[in-house]
């Protein structure tokens, strides 16, 4: 089985992004492209936390409930939550319920206001150069984890930042554009430069 998949539309995609119309979506207008502000990389941030345990799927399905309950991921809203705003969250059905991971993302937020050059200059510092080879022809190729992801999710530790594992930061690496992991044939292009 390949791992690109012609569409209906004639277009070449990773099989992945050809599964679902969310998934279609997600695929050829978002993924892989670079996101280079600090609001927007918090959101990806905590979505890919929240992700963790459960299906992207699930959370893109949810994403608008996420950016409703969040106040748009703005780091400087978000920053200033407390426990009402907890309990808020827990009661909330549109979004993942899970006390871990909501108090992570107020503590991520805080840890990111705390920031004095912003989120986006601390992630994109750790953007690997473009692979010399391209990109990759299968997704065996493809890594879950680098020594930039490792080393990402370890600044990010030490600064405050929790539920960012390497898998995590790589993952979020792959979403904004940080590394390129479209397929050699895929018909997306992607603009990617390191820091």
Excluded at 31 to 57: K, M
Excluded at 65 to 72: P, Q
Excluded at 123 to 152: D, H, I, K, N, Q
Aim: charged share 25%.
């Amino acid at each position: 089985m390949s791992d690109l998949v012609i569409g209906d539309d004639g277009l070449a995609r990773c099989r992945w992004g050809a599964s679902t119309p969310d998934y279609v979506s997600y695929h050829d207008e978002e993924w892989g492209q670079p996101v280079r502000t600090d609001d927007a990389l918090f959101e990806r941030l905590t979505l890919e936390a929240f992700q963790s345990g459960l299906s992207w799927i699930t959370i893109l399905r949810k994403r608008p409930a996420f950016r409703a309950a969040f106040d748009g991921f703005v780091i400087g809203k978000v920053a200033t939550y407390g426990e009402a705003d907890v309990a808020r969250l827990l009661a909330d059905a549109g979004i993942v319920r899970n006390r871990s991971k909501i108090e992570a993302a107020i503590a991520n937020a805080r840890a990111a206001a705390d920031l004095p050059d912003g989120l986006a200059t601390l992630l994109w510092s750790f953007a690997p150069p473009p692979r010399p080879a391209g990109r990759p022809t299968s997704f065996a190729e493809v890594p879950a984890t680098t020594a930039e992801s490792t080393a990402m999710a370890k600044a990010l530790r030490k600064l405050g930042f929790r539920f960012v594992g390497p898998t995590t930061a790589y993952a979020l690496m792959q979403a904004t554009g940080m590394v390129d992991d479209h397929l050699a044939d895929c018909h997306v292009q992607v603009v990617v430069s390191a820091r």
